[in-house]
């Protein structure tokens, strides 16, 4: 599903630049993972051309992973994930502010016992498979690339929700690099 996005975005906005954001993603600012995403832009408007001041609204479909890597084997976290991001700036390669609300699908694998075969060392492990939805607010910056490469850094919080477990606060930061795949043509 995200390929297609990703794809169609390609290929529909011929005139526009297509933006890739790969970064760090760290939950509870402890455990590491990795965040792939990209932009569609919905609509922008001016509201002061003296100082030229663009407004946008994006919508933004992401993948991840995340773990703990203290404990590894504990739980593997995988989601799906769609903001709708809105920045306000200044000039088209500035540094500006970013809001944004998401919804993501998480999926999480979590270990919940295991054996040992004390013969051949071999641990079998027990897991559950665990569905949340989580809903965030997240506010950051970003710079879009001046020719190829940009960077962003945003936090983030909001709640796990599932039937299967108690839910929990989600928090955590994120910063990685934004990529242009594509040069404006005229």
Do not use: C
Not at 149 to 167: A, E, H, L, N, P
């Amino acid at each position: 599903m995200f390929a297609a996005l990703l794809t169609s975005n390609i290929i529909a906005q011929t005139k526009k630049n297509v933006l890739i954001d790969f970064g760090y993603y760290g939950p509870y600012a402890i455990q590491i993972g990795g965040k792939l995403g990209t932009s569609f832009e919905l609509t922008t408007w001016d509201s002061d051309k003296r100082h030229k001041i663009r407004h946008s609204l994006n919508i933004s479909p992401q993948i991840g992973y995340f773990i703990n890597p203290i404990q590894k084997e504990l739980q593997k976290n995988s989601f799906i994930n769609s903001e709708i991001l809105y920045k306000r700036q200044k000039s088209e390669n500035s540094l500006y502010p970013t809001a944004s609300v998401g919804l993501a699908y998480m999926l999480g694998v979590q270990s919940t016992g295991g054996t040992v075969n004390l013969g051949t060392g071999n641990i079998r492990r027990t897991t559950r498979t665990i569905h949340y939805f989580v809903p965030t607010l997240n506010i950051g910056f970003a710079r879009d690339p001046l020719k190829r490469v940009g960077y962003y850094f945003k936090g983030f919080y909001g709640r796990r929700i599932s039937k299967q477990v108690d839910g929990s606060g989600y928090f955590g930061l994120e910063f990685g690099l934004k990529i242009k795949l594509k040069k404006d043509h005229d």
